[in-house]
């Protein structure tokens, strides 16, 4: 591959044009005033100056993707996300009293076609949502964040705990450093790809949101002029396009981001599955680990590995079917 295409491949550009790209449409008629004078200062082309734009932007946003995945995940600015976390809850609890209704004492070959429709239905809709080990002894799923994004990242952040009983968030590097070059690259790749989405929703919530201000101002300054305090290029009819076109690109990259991250998700649970062993012999041979946090959970998991042989089946919950007697989970959100 040659050097200027390994440049447009990579990961990194990946995260900073699609958000810049987005940025610059909803904010170049700000700036487009100042293009000429730019241009007779450094001598560049407008085509140049709408470049370093997106660049600009975009590096912006990537620079703060930490705390834009905590906001869609429910950590940081908690009041934007809490009533899709209260409809997510009442969501999974409505699909799991549905299977308890549908199942009763019966296993899944014992029910109806049509009941096993509604369950396969039920469960590929669940699957977006982490298990969790009930005080009866069966793995349920339950809504460990507020939105489905975060719901699905929650998935494979959660999964090996959930399957093997140590700390997966914790472990991450470790797994992917024991994985060969290809899986890992795969990875790299799907999971950046998904962060871009991700990173241009939330570029479309900033212009929606701007925008939505700027219509404001206008408003208020036709009601009361002393009130203005500064001109900008771009008219309310300029301003109301934009605030949609903000608006739409949020909502759609945040709904073709869903099956982005499930995709990773589910290359990372199988990476966490193929460098298990390789993992456990790391963990059980480490001798000198690097801090205090590292040394606990490496005992916690020797001890674990002790008191537990490695089943052949992982605990299937008794009220769902196997994988090999659904269908494929879908890829919509």
Same mark, same amino acid.
């Given at each position: ?36 004078t730019l241009t007779n200062l450094y001598g560049i082309g407008p085509t140049a100056a709408i470049v370093a734009e997106i660049i600009v932007f975009g590096l912006g946003v990537s620079s703060a993707i ?83 994004l975060g719901n699905i990242i929650a998935t494979y952040e959660l999964y090996a705990g959930s399957r093997y009983g140590i700390d997966g968030t914790f472990f991450w590097n470790h797994f992917l450093n ?13 999971? $950046? ?14 212009? $929606? ?117 659904i269908d494929e989970p879908r890829d919509g959100a």
């Open positions: 591959m040659k050097p200027v295409e390994d440049v447009f491949s990579s990961n990194a550009f990946r995260r900073v044009v699609l958000p810049g790209i987005v940025l610059t449409a909803g904010f170049h008629p700000f700036v487009s005033g100042r293009i000429p930490q705390w834009i995945y905590y906001v869609y995940e429910g950590f940081r600015l908690e009041w934007i996300t809490a009533p899709a976390g209260r409809i997510a809850r009442a969501r999974v609890e409505r699909s799991n009293e549905r299977l308890n209704q549908i199942y009763g004492e019966r296993e899944f070959d014992a029910l109806e076609p049509s009941e096993q429709a509604s369950v396969t239905k039920i469960y590929e809709d669940l699957l977006d949502f982490p298990l969790a080990m009930g005080n009866d002894g069966v793995a349920r799923h339950f809504a460990e964040r507020p939105t489905r024991l994985a060969g070059d290809t899986s890992r690259k795969a990875f790299d790749d799907a999971y $950046a790809f998904a962060e871009s989405l991700v990173l241009a929703s939330f570029a479309g919530a900033i212009v $929606a949101l701007v925008h939505l201000i700027v219509l404001i101002g206008f408003g208020v300054g036709a009601l009361n002029q002393s009130l203005i305090f500064f001109h900008i290029q771009p008219g309310p009819a300029v301003s109301a396009w934009l605030a949609l076109f903000g608006l739409f690109v949020w909502l759609w990259f945040y709904q073709v981001s869903l099956p982005a991250h499930r995709t990773a998700g589910a290359m990372f649970e199988a990476i966490v599955d193929g460098v298990f062993p390789k993992f456990v012999e790391w963990a059980t041979a480490l001798r000198v680990p690097p801090s205090d946090e590292t040394i606990k959970k490496v005992e916690a998991l020797n001890e674990y590995l002790k008191n537990l042989d490695r089943p052949s089946q992982t605990t299937r919950r008794a009220w769902l079917p196997s994988s090999g007697e």
